[in-house]
Every structure is written in C-alpha cells, then in structure tokens.
C-alpha cells in the first residue's frame, strides 16, 4: 500500500482536493538535437503536481489520481471486486484498482486483470494480457483470465492521437463503445462502467446508449485530467443485467 505524504494524506483527502504541494517553476534548457516539442513536454512534466505526486506515492503515472478522484466521487471501487482494465499501461490504474480490491472483504477475493497493446511490467497480483482489445478473440481471453463476472470494468485506452480532432475522437469512442459491448458481456448485474471518451460530437449518443443498460449514468472531468484535454470520463453504475431484449442493442 503506497503511504500519502504530507499535504495529501488519505485516499478521500486525494480524491477530494488533489496535491496541494507548492512547486517552483522548472525550466529546461534548448539542449542539441531536442526538439521544442519535447523541451515543452518536459518542462511540462518537471511541473506538474500530480507528476511529481505520483512519483512520491509509487504510482506508475499521474493517470492513478484520475481513477483516485472518479471513486472518490462515484465509489465503484469496491473490497474484493472482480476488475478489468483495459488500456492499463504503464499501469497506474491497475495499481490503484489492486490496492483497494484485494483487500478482500468477507473472505471474497478481488482480481485485477488488465490488458494493452503496449507491455507492461509486471504488477504483483495483476493478471496481465498483451494484445490489442480490437483482436476478436481479446473479450474470450479477458473473460477466461477473469474466470467469472466482472464488478468492474474500466478503460483508459486511447490510441495515439493524430492531430486530426475529428479523427482523434472517432478513433477513441469507437475504442469506447467496444469496451461497452465488452462490459455488458462480463458485468455481474449492478456491476459498473468507467471509460475515457472525447468530447466532440457523440458522447452524448453513446452515454443514452448506456442508459439502456445502467440504472446510473454520469460523465466527469476529474482535476487531474489537463484543462487543455477534450477527454473525459463516463461512470456508468447499477448494470441491470443480461436480458433477451437488451442483448441485441
Ligand atoms: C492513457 S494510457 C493508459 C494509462 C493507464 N490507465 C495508467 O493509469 O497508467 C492509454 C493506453 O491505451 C492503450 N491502448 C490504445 N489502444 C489500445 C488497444 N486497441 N488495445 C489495447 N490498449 C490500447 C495504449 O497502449 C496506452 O497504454
């Protein structure tokens, strides 16, 4: 269990106000052969709080305190759950997910599988699956790795973005909606859905799609996720369960 460090104490306190650590500003130097963008990515990165947070409390990326800041809002995060997460490396939410989930309740044991086209190091008590969650066959291997219902499934995935806005958002709500299909595949009933979508156009489709099957569906823009980003998040909660009727939808 990683330990909060001072002026960012409990899990709540995280996910309710962010770090709160006062930083000097960090300039990087025009060195030979680094190109502007990756000076202003850097410089970026060596000041931003949750950056450095992440690294202090043994997260893999500043992606964990999005995941910290949803639950903290919505608590779908649950003792002894059954999660996927999809899109998971560098691994930053399967840490966070591990760290609740496997503290299990009532003898039930959580699990964490996750999966990425990208390797990932290993994370102790992380079932992890290389492949790309377009591959047919990617639900069948969720599903046997899993060996049972989900509570949850969560999805970060984004493909790399192209600079084409239009593109860029057909690409991750399409990553998005067959992540849905998944859920609605493997979730218990009253089980919950988190994916990362764009805004752009048709989220507000895909979130009366989920109403269909969720007896709770809200989109947030947690404070770690960048002011200057179109993404967001959908947290569908209450699953409703596998029906004749709604299996075709
Ligand atoms: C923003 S990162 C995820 C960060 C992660 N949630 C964390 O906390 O560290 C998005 C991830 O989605 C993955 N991804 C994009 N397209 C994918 C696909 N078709 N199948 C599996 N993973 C995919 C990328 O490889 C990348 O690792």
Known sequence: MTKAPPGYKTRKQ?????????????????????????????????????????????????????????????????????????????????????????????????????????AMEPLPDVTFLLQDFMDSDAPDNLKAALGGEADLVISDMAAKATGHTPTDHLRIMGLCETALQFAREVLATDGAFVAKVLQGGTEGDLLNAMKTDFKVVRHAKPPASRQDSAEMYVVATGFKGRTLGRLET
């Open 14 to 118: 995280r996910a309710a106000t962010g770090p709160t650590v006062r930083m000097k500003h960090t300039k990087v130097k025009t060195a030979r052969g680094r190109k502007i963008s990756s000076k202003l990515w850097l410089e970026r990165q060596l000041n931003d709080p949750y950056v450095i947070e992440a690294g202090r409390q043994g997260y893999r990326s500043r992606a964990a305190f999005k995941l910290l800041e949803l639950d903290g809002k919505f608590h779908f995060l649950k003792s002894g759950a059954r999660v996927v997460d999809l899109g998971a490396t560098p691994g930053g939410w399967s840490q966070v997910a591990a760290e609740i989930v496997l503290k299990g309740k009532n003898g039930k044991a959580g699990k964490v599988v996750a999966l990425d086209i990208q």
